[in-house]
Every structure is written in C-alpha cells, then in structure tokens.
C-alpha cells in the first residue's frame, strides 16, 4: 500500500486518530469501519525502518499536505523548520544546575524558540477529572521526574498564565491506570484499573505560563515510544472538590525522551524488568507527526550525579489560544469512582475492533 493511501485514510478518519501504531494499534475509535480497514493494512507498514525513511526522502510532499488537510500547517510558525530524524539526533542532556527549589521559570532560557507541537489526537487513555495536584506519584516506583511545561501563546509568543495542563503517562513497567480494558493495560476483567489516579493530574500556568508536576520518567508499553501526554485547558473552572471542568482543549499533545535517556533508563530498576519491546522515537508515527518542522522532546537535567537520583524535565508548549481540539475520554474520575465513557475509546473498542 502506498503512503499516499495511508495518508488519505488517515484524513478519512476525520481526524488523526491513530492512536498507538504497532502491535498495539486503535487507529479509530470515531472511524467508519470502511476506513478502518483501510488503515489497518498499514500496521506493518508504520513499524517498518523502510516506511520511516520513506516517510521523509520521498513523501515529504505527501506530510506536508496531511498538516495541511488536518488544519496544522497554520499553527506552526516554522521558526526552526526541522524534520524528525535531525529532531531525534539533537542531545537534550542540559549541564544546568537543577534543585527543588530552584526557579523553574529559569529553566527555559534555552529552551528554544516558540514551538508549537502539532495536536494529535488525546490517545485512547485519557481520564477526564483527575486532581489538581502537583505530585502525581503516589506509590509508583520509578526514577523520579521534576516536569516543567511552559504554555506560550504561538502568535505572541507570550506566556500563558491560568491555563491548566493535565497529563498522564505508564507507569515504570508500561501501565497505565485508571482504565479498564484496553489491551496489554492490567486485568481487562479488573475494575479496580478504574480506581487507579496515578501518574495523573491537573497544575495551572503560573505568571511565567509553567505548570510543573513531580512524577515519574515513564515506562514504554508495545507500540509506542515512551511518552507523556499533555492536554492544555484555558477558562476551566477550579471546583471545591479539586477538578477542573468547563473550559477549551487549547492544545493536546506527546512529549518525548532522548532514545539515549531511554536507554539509560532501561538500566534502572524496575524499567528494566519492564518485558515490552522498545519502539525507537523514529520508529513511531506519533513521534515523526510531531516531530517533523518541531522539537517535542523534553529538556533534561540530572539532580545528582546519576540517573536514579531523578531528573528535571522541561519543555515549551506553543498554543493557539483560539483553539477548541474534541477530547474523548476513555474514563471519567467522577465523585462514584472512575466510571468508563460509553462512547470512549477503550469502551468502543469491541465494535471498533481490538488492536
Ligand atoms: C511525591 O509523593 C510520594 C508519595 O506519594 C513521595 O514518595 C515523593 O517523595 C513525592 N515527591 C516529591 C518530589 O515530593
Ligand atoms: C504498574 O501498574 C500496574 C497496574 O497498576 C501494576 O500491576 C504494576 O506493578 C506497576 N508497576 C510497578 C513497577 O509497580
Ligand atoms: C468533582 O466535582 C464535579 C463538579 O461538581 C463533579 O462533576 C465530579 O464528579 C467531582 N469529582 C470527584 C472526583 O469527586
């Protein structure tokens, strides 16, 4: 199948919902079964080294059309045009000095230029209604995580206070919590998955636009390279019970680790008793979509002298604050528990087919 037919069922899913490429894929929760077909031929093709050179030498034309036709070409300033594999060849190990209570804002002095990350789809395990908190941790263990996130607005280029970012990410051995059902994710018969929050929650932009969470450096799970995923709200209301609701999705995005942090993270336990297969940064569709004219990979600093006294992370969102992306949870954390959306992701899947 040529890229070409990829693409153009790609754009027939309406949007870009492919949501985990690989052994793992959902590509369309709201697909039509037609184009679901269609895309599914393509699992192969999207995990094949061929398929990522091809992407780039011969089909940059074909790349540039689908950001066209997705409405993406607009929201990126191309200050710094880049393709994705000199993306992922950049060294994000930052010498700073980093500590606990050090002036976050500070960090992003060499964070580069207002970048926009092209939205993607929420993925299929977002949850709707998690805590404002800034330490999401709770009792996983894994390499400890400082993340910065810098919203800026990408016309102005201005920061972005009282916007609320919401992220999740796997846990150290590739888990996600707080869903039930979705493939290689826990007990599919389990609805204890539902009560799961961590390595889940919501922090406000400060004055300087940054919002910071402590958590975790993520565990990869089959079919995706290790990433955090990060929803930018703007005019959502704080609630006496510590949620957000209302508001626009300004932005949804993944942010990524240098493939040499990974490694190295794979070294420290419990990641290296983590069993899934690693999906390399320019071997995953999600990464080269946003990582192609942009830099979605974190900036890091180490807190001590190894890896496993944990790290600082820091990245810089660019938003169109005009913006209203649809999100679909595959759960909500309601005031009852974690209840699954009917019409979500992971609950459609019987009908839209199991990866
Ligand atoms: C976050 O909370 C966990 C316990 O839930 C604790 O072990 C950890 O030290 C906290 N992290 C930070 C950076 O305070
Ligand atoms: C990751 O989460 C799953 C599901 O909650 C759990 O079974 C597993 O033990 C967690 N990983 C680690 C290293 O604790
Ligand atoms: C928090 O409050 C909102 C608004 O009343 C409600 O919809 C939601 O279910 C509550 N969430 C939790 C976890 O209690």
Known sequence: ????????????????????????????HSALPLERKSLNHCNKEFSEPEFVKRTVEVHGREYARLRRELG????????????????????????????????????????????????????????????????????????????????????TCKTVPNAWVDIWSSNSTGIYTGVQGYPGMGDPKDAGMLKGTALRGVQPTDDHGVASFDSLLPGHYDGRASHIHAIVYLGAT??????????????????????????SIDTVAPYSSNKNKVLKNTADFLFMQGANGDDPIVRYALVGKTLS???????????????????????????????????????????????
């Not at 990126?76 to 606990?100: G, Q």
């Not at 019970?241 to 999705?249: E, L």
Request: glycine share 8%; with cysteine.
């Open 72 to 155: 993406l070409e607009n929201e990126s300033p191309k200050l710094d045009p880049r393709d994705y594999i000199s993306v992922s060849k950049i060294d994000h190990k930052s010498s700073k000095t980093v500590s606990k209570t050090m002036d976050l804002a500070s960090l992003f002095s060499d964070a580069g230029a207002c970048m926009l990350m092209p939205a993607v789809d929420q993925g299929p395990l977002y949850v709707l209604g998690e805590q404002v908190r800034k330490n999401i941790t709770e009792n996983e263990p894994g390499i400890k995580m400082t993340l910065a996130i810098q919203v800026v607005d990408y016309k």
């Open 1 to 28: 199948m040529s890229l070409k037919t990829i693409f153009s069922g790609l754009l027939l899913a309406g949007t870009l919902v492919l949501a985990h490429p690989g052994k793992e894929e959902v590509f369309a």
């Open 238 to 263: 704080k609630q006496p019970n510590n949620t957000i609701t209302g508001g626009k999705a300004s932005h949804i995005g993944q942010l990524y680790f240098d493939q040499s942090l990974i490694a």
């Open 309 to 355: 006294e944990g790290v600082f992370a820091w990245i810089r969102f660019g938003i169109n604050q005009n913006a209203n992306k649809a999100v679909n949870p595959a759960a909500f954390m309601t005031d009852k528990g974690g209840v699954m959306n009917p019409k979500g992701p992971v609950a459609l899947l019987p009908k839209t087919g199991y990866p």
